[in-house]
């Protein structure tokens, strides 16, 4: 008997070769597509599609289309995928399509698309001169002179600078949430680059592909721990061991150093591991090693070159500078990041011995997220909008803008389905949670 060509079966091993824009498969619900003639095509961008290739991206797919986007997919069927190794969610349930359904209504409603907020542009240049004023304040001599303390003032303040970037220029780009222009997202990219140093292609795998696909699933979420021993121990999935006792104190050094160790591995993981933590990365592009290059050139500039060369400052103080900029860089971006996630009310989805999760992703993107501070624009402002952090995972691709919008869409349905929405009344209540979830977790389990 001979099989149809769109039903010839192809192992992971197959799939997972055919990763390059030569040759992009990519598997949605066991079914295998060969989108080579399609990448061009793609609304959200070349870069997106090509780092969803060589694998099962069922989860990253279904998270960002409808099923109209499915009818288009089908003719670039090839055949079916024999077995995956990708957790799998329950297919998409009524809550999910009936709060899209009412999203897309409201925006229908008020003749907007979710990406058009020509407002952030505001926002982003407010954020980049904040970077480039505090720069100024860190290295002036005449700034040292008016007072010793102001440079390492304003090293702070370019750190929260430099955190901010990230919650505006690089998420709102590595969502595709601002305009429909993959230009814009290009830009928008390498100017986040060129002032921090860091590979924005490795945050899409990491965020993207890994984080927002399977938030807080363990063995499959980047961004949980899930090694024995981990560093800190956040979920009952984690053996206790007794240095956890002391995870109270040492979380604060320990947050303080993230930005480093990014700075120290990113590109290596791009060019050299092709790897992050488990997620394998894909051949980069021959633009990316442009682009490393360009971006490095201008950060090494900024960073080393101009402050010894024309700001005449010690190679000592220079990297001085830099460590309080990194300490404060690192400290705000995790734990705003953290409060919204590792908490003792949130959901550590698992996966069972066949890869199967019972639930959707949707409804998981609302039990494993806590927000806070609703209707507070400062709060808004200074997380970038991950205050509605459960709004931000069921609509990555909506601007920020309009989070505080139709956040109440996103609570009503879930009140209409029973699906329980985590929420505090402030950043403090919301840190004092990821605290104490720090305390609790590193005590003795009663069971040991
Ligand atoms: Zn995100």
Redesign the pocket.
């Known amino acids: 008997m001979t099989l149809k060509r769109n039903e010839r079966k192809i192992t992971i091993k197959e799939l997972e070769a055919a990763n390059t824009a030569r040759k992009p498969w990519a598997a949605v619900r066991g079914n295998v597509y060969d989108l080579t003639k399609f990448i061009d095509k793609h609304p959200g961008g070349k870069d997106f599609l090509l780092a969803a290739v060589g694998r099962d991206a069922t989860a990253l797919y279904e998270s960002l289309h409808s099923d109209t986007n499915t009818k288009v997919l089908a003719k670039y069927k090839i055949g079916i995928l024999l077995e995956t190794n990708m957790p799998q969610y329950a297919k998409k349930s009524k809550f999910t399509n009936d709060l899209e359904k009412r999203v897309l209504a409201y925006f229908a409603s008020i003749g907007r698309n979710p990406r058009d907020a020509p407002w952030m542009l505001l926002a982003y240049g407010i954020l980049t001169a904040a970077f480039a004023v505090t720069y100024y304040g860190m290295f002036s001599q005449s700034v040292a002179q008016y007072s010793p303390i102001l440079p390492w003032v304003a090293a702070v303040l370019n750190g929260w600078s430099a955190a901010m970037t990230g919650f505006y220029l690089l ?1 709102d780009s ?2 595709a949430s601002f305009t429909r222009k993959p230009w814009v997202w290009q830009a928008m990219r390498r100017v986040y680059e060129s002032i921090t140093g860091l590979s924005t292609l490795v945050w899409i795998y990491q ?2 592909l890994g ?2 696909s399977f938030t807080n699933v363990v063995g499959a979420d980047p961004d949980v721990v899930d090694e024995n021993p981990g560093i800190l121990r956040v979920h009952d999935g984690q053996q206790w061991w007794s240095f956890y006792g002391l995870q109270r104190y040492y979380w604060f050094p320990l947050y303080t150093q993230l930005i480093l160790s990014r700075k120290l591995t990113e590109w290596k993981c791009l060019f050299y591991d092709r790897r992050f933590k488990h997620i394998k990365i894909n051949p980069p592009q021959t633009s990316e090693y442009f682009w490393c290059t360009t971006v490095m050139t201008v950060y090494s500039i900024h960073h080393f070159v101009l402050p010894y060369t024309y700001f005449n400052h010690s190679i000592l103080r220079i990297l001085a500078l830099h460590t309080v900029t990194d300490i404060a860089w690192s400290t705000y971006l995790t734990l705003i990041v953290n409060a919204s996630h590792i908490n003792s009310e949130v959901a550590w989805p698992k996966a069972d011995s066949q890869g199967k999760i019972s639930e959707d992703w949707a409804v998981l993107q609302i039990k494993s997220s806590l927000d806070f501070a609703h209707g507070d624009p400062w709060t808004t402002w200074l997380c970038g909008g ?1 205050n509605y952090q459960a709004v ?2 069921m609509f ?1 691709y909506v601007s920020q803008y309009y989070y505080p919008e139709i956040a109440d869409i996103v609570k009503d349905t879930c009140k209409d389905y029973g699906v329980p929405y985590h929420i505090k009344s402030s950043i403090w209540t919301a840190l004092g949670g990821h605290l104490g979830h720090l305390s609790l977790f590193g005590e003795k389990p009663v069971s040991s």
């Open positions: 998420h590595c969502h965020h993207s984080h927002h991950l931000h995972h990555p």
